[in-house]
């Protein structure tokens, strides 16, 4: 009975081991479910993910897209692409994000089954994804493939996100949902199997102990079946294995000892661009023609791990590739080697991201540009040696220090508060700075601050400056030479007339009184005749400091060209006006002007026009101030008259004025015509023609009037736009209409006045017709005057420019009659110079004219500048001008101006090669 009952406590202990067993091997065998179903559902989400690309459109994503890029129609036929492949899987969503200006983007997206069931599908093209999780945007920022389990608007998912480089190397990210709730039912599966297995062998525990107390033979049997079951399990488990081999995300292989390939995957296969009968088989040792791979693969046959990183080429030949190769020897139960395992992985993606990488800090250490790192509270962390170059400060100076460092004084505090309230809200930051080098020297800069986020939280701000000191100061002194006289430093008629025009809106609004006054030197002529342009040049200097240094504050004094100038006497009567405009008088007839052993005395005869509430615009009071002034001359000069709309003396000077109207009603009935003149080229015969069509005028009575009758007035009075515009306009249809006959023709140039320089309009009107007479650009050239061009350099510097990158050519007319002519030339984006007559036509005579044509021809040629000479009168000047090397010739000596029809007849042999319309 005793060892009956040892044998029952024997019996009891085996089944309690047994039952405790059970539940252990329960519990492991749910934590490796557990863990293989995770591995299996992470391998279904990426290689999800990794299809999405195949269902996108090719090159879907790149740096320059847009949400214009894509209609609803195409997005829709995306979202059912992806809908599809999740409806054959476990797969809850598909979707693709791109990262622009910190916020990230839907770029594609599957639909939900509650949006098929419902026929509603959302357009997600470009849609921002108001919830990404702030590890989302650190993924963009570290590339690298994240699996997250996170919770949204959406629900509860287990989500993988990989980077992806698009062609053009920007990143997206390819992204696959599974639901948690999915994964818990297929948990609670395996638990709930787990626990009813254990539960069963805990309910068979207690007929266990009756069945081995009565029937040793059953537990034989059970043990069978467990073994059975068990040897099920190991087989069931080496499936999977084999299963995890297979589709390992690196490649592996087997080679038995004599380097024969035994056994591959699927991954191995695609990095060696080879098919699975190819590869099994293979023997290294004999085959393998990579000396570094093949003695790895010997070291591993000895027991040895080898590890190999670098290039290398596939054994078909397609695929280069930066490998990284582990081969490991495979020991026997015996301890014998008995072959080896070879793991390769294509690391070409991130040995082009660490090279980038590598090339990201070059490009800032060698930035042209100052760039700075500081932390969020200003302390500098990092510095660029052309920080150094800029404000001589070292980097060891600096480092660990405030960023205010080179902060100087002449910076409003106001700024600076504004700067940190921008940075510190997660803004980017720009504006112009007043710095202070380490030497205490002052210095602009051109400043952008960016903050740098992780996890949407600022760790550190990244400053980047230019220098732009010099190009700063050369703005403020093209900006001054746009409005003010190079001569004189007083404001130019340009800039008077804008303040002019001020004053009169004044005027009308305010009811307020100005009064305009205009000065014309009296005897100026005879210095410049008897001494020269130098003497007349300093007397216009001396006499502008002189009047600026006698008119009140508030007055506005400009020289308006040649020897005029004006004062913008505001709010100020005609009385008190006149008093100060004798008072000018009699400061300028005792100036006396000394030049080498000369002393000059001269005059000034001054007109004044007021300035009140019935002052329609400038042109108005510039020709009644006009007009007085010359009828002061008129009445014996060096006198002041006063405009008034009934003066009986100026209505006798309408005459002068009967141009204004002829040129008006000469437009409004298509009165103009155009002439030509022949052009010839010095240097090449074989040159296409050339011309300059001229502009003439057709009275009422039919007599034809030349340019030089009407231009001045034109201009006097503002109407040479419109002249240019209606000689641009019927240029264009006159060679849209007789364009067949002008394929000999290399081009046509239109000359421009001065105001047309300023007008934006005309110049898109001239670009609108170009297009719309379908005419080539290059074969239209504009000519303006260099006076014109010095006088208004900003704006003919502009619209010479913006029609060159157009395609039309430019040629500078008169040059050599300004006073500065070469200093300003460097400016003017012209292509041809045309020398002054006036030098060419006594070349024959004068040394200095000769010698001025050689020099202009000279520069113009250092430049790439063709040069035309104009008053070629006769056979020994064209001569002359051939010998020096001056590219076309024209004058009456080449051709005589004629109708531009006649153009169109049979030209004689070498005649001209080029077209050139013109006002003059």
Same mark, same amino acid.
């Given at each position: ?238 499936? /999977? +294995?084999?299963?995890?081999? %297979?589709? @390992? =995300?690196?490649? $592996?292989?087997?080679? *038995?000892?004599? &380097? #024969? !390939? ?96 590598? /090339? +990201?800090?070059?490009?800032? %250490?060698? @930035? =042209?540009?100052? $760039?700075?790192?500081? *932390?969020?509270? &200003? #302390? !500098? ?540």
């Amino acid at each position: 009975m005793l060892q009956s009952v040892k044998n029952s406590l024997r019996i009891y202990f085996a089944i309690a081991i047994y039952v405790i067993w059970v539940l252990i091997f329960s519990a492991l065998n749910y934590v490796k479910e557990k863990r293989q179903l995770y591995s299996e559902l992470d391998q279904q989400l990426e290689n999800a993910a990794l299809s999405i690309p195949s269902m996108l459109p090719k090159a879907f994503h790149h740096k320059e897209m847009n949400k214009a890029d894509l209609s609803k129609q195409q997005d829709l036929a995306i979202t059912l692409a992806l809908t599809e492949y999740t409806r054959r899987t476990d797969i809850v969503y598909l979707y693709t994000l791109i990262l622009r200006d910190n916020d990230i983007f839907f770029t594609s997206l599957s639909a939900s089954g509650a949006e098929l069931n419902s026929n509603k599908f959302a357009f997600n093209y470009f849609e921002l994804y108001d919830y990404a999780s702030p590890r989302i945007m650190a993924i963009f920022k570290k590339n690298q493939n994240q699996i997250h389990e996170y919770h949204d608007q959406w629900g509860d998912f287990r989500s993988i996100f990989i980077p992806i480089k698009a062609d053009d190397g920007s990143v997206y990210i390819v992204a696959a949902d599974l639901s948690i709730g999915h994964i818990d039912t297929l948990l609670n599966e395996t638990l709930y199997y787990t626990l009813i297995v254990s539960a069963l062998f805990l309910l068979f525990a207690c007929p266990l102990f009756v069945v081995l107390c009565l029937e040793p033979r059953r537990q034989v049997r059970i043990l069978v079946k467990k073994v059975t079951k068990q040897t099920s399990e190991l087989v069931e488990s080496e499936a /999977k +294995l084999t299963s995890i081999f %297979e589709y @390992s =995300p690196v490649g $592996i292989f087997h080679y *038995d000892n004599n &380097g #024969i !390939i035994q056994k591959i995957n699927k991954c191995f296969e695609g990095i060696l661009d080879s098919d699975r009968d190819t590869l099994i088989g293979f023997n290294m040792l004999d085959r393998l023609e990579d000396t570094v791979l093949l003695n790895m693969v010997k070291q591993s046959l000895q027991g040895k791990v080898s590890v190999y990183e670098g290039p290398y080429t596939s054994v078909s030949g397609q695929r280069f590739m930066h490998l990284q190769a582990n081969f490991v020897p495979l020991y026997s139960s015996s301890g014998e080697i008995e072959g080896g395992i070879g793991v390769y992985n294509d690391t070409t993606e991130k040995q082009r991201s660490t090279a980038n990488l590598k /090339k +990201l800090s070059m490009v800032v %250490e060698y @930035s =042209p540009e100052s $760039i700075l790192i500081t *932390d969020i509270s &200003g #302390i !500098i962390e990092y510095v660029n040696p052309k920080f150094t170059a800029i404000t001589g400060f070292t980097a060891a100076e600096v480092l660990g220090e405030k960023a205010n460092v080179f902060r100087s004084s002449d910076t409003p505090d106001s700024v600076y508060k504004n700067m940190w309230a921008t940075i510190l809200a997660g803004q980017e930051w720009r504006g112009e700075l007043k710095n202070c080098k380490k030497n205490g020297e002052l210095f602009w800069a051109k400043v952008c601050i960016v903050p740098v986020t992780n996890d949407g939280v600022i760790t550190h701000f990244i400053g980047i400056q230019v220098d732009v000191t010099e190009a700063r100061i050369a703005s403020q002194k093209i900006s001054y030479q746009a409005t003010h006289d190079m001569l004189t430093g007083l404001i130019n008629r340009y800039e008077f007339e804008n303040l002019l025009a001020q004053s009169i809106m004044s005027a009308q609004q305010d009811n307020t009184t100005h009064v305009l006054c205009f000065l014309d030197l009296d005897q100026f002529k005879i210095i410049n005749d008897t001494c020269g342009h130098m003497a007349g040049d300093e007397l216009l200097r001396q006499l502008g400091l002189l009047l600026a240094e006698n008119i009140k504050p508030q007055d506005i004094l400009a020289r308006l060209g040649g020897d005029e100038f004006a004062i913008l006497m505001t709010q100020c009567g005609l009385t008190q006006a006149e008093k100060a405009a004798q008072n000018i008088l009699e400061l300028i007839a005792d100036f006396q002007f000394m030049w080498e052993k000369n002393i000059f005395s001269i005059g000034a005869s001054i007109g004044l026009a007021e300035i009140n509430s019935q002052t329609k615009n400038t042109t108005e009071i510039l020709i009644g101030v006009d007009s007085a002034c010359y009828a002061a001359k008129d009445l014996g000069r060096n006198r002041i008259h006063i405009y008034h709309a009934e003066d009986e003396l100026l209505a006798k000077r309408d005459g002068e004025f009967r141009w204004v109207n002829e040129l008006k009603y000469a437009l409004n009935e298509n009165r103009f015509e155009l002439y030509a003149q022949p052009i010839v080229s010095l240097s090449d015969p074989s040159q296409k023609r050339i011309y300059e069509v001229l502009l003439r005028l057709r009275t009422r009575s039919g007599d034809i009037v030349p340019p030089g009758a009407f231009l001045p007035a034109a201009e006097r009075y503002n109407l040479s736009n419109a002249i240019d515009r209606w000689v641009v306009d019927h240029t264009f249809a006159w060679m849209e209409q007789h364009f067949q006959q002008l394929a000999d023709v290399d081009h046509l140039a239109i000359n421009l006045s001065g105001a047309s320089l300023g007008s934006n309009t005309l110049l898109n009107h001239i670009m609108q017709q170009i297009t719309l007479h379908n005419l080539p650009p290059s074969m239209i050239k504009f000519e303006i005057t260099e006076t014109a061009a010095i006088s208004n350099l900003r704006d003919a510097t502009l619209f010479i420019k913006t029609l060159s990158e157009f395609g039309c050519q430019f040629a500078l007319d008169d040059f050599g009659s300004g006073l500065s002519s070469f200093a300003y030339l460097k400016n003017l984006p012209v292509c041809t110079l045309k020398i002054d007559g006036m030098f060419v036509k006594d070349i024959l005579d004068d040394p200095i004219d000769e010698a001025m044509v050689k020099s202009i021809n000279d520069i113009g040629h250092v430049m790439g500048m063709k040069t035309i000479a104009e008053f070629v009168e006769n056979d020994a000047i064209r001569q002359r001008l051939q010998h020096m090397g001056v590219d076309f010739a024209q004058g009456y000596g080449i051709g005589k101006p004629a109708p531009i029809n006649d153009i169109l007849q049979p030209q004689r042999a070498g005649h001209v090669s080029n077209s050139m319309v013109s006002l003059l």
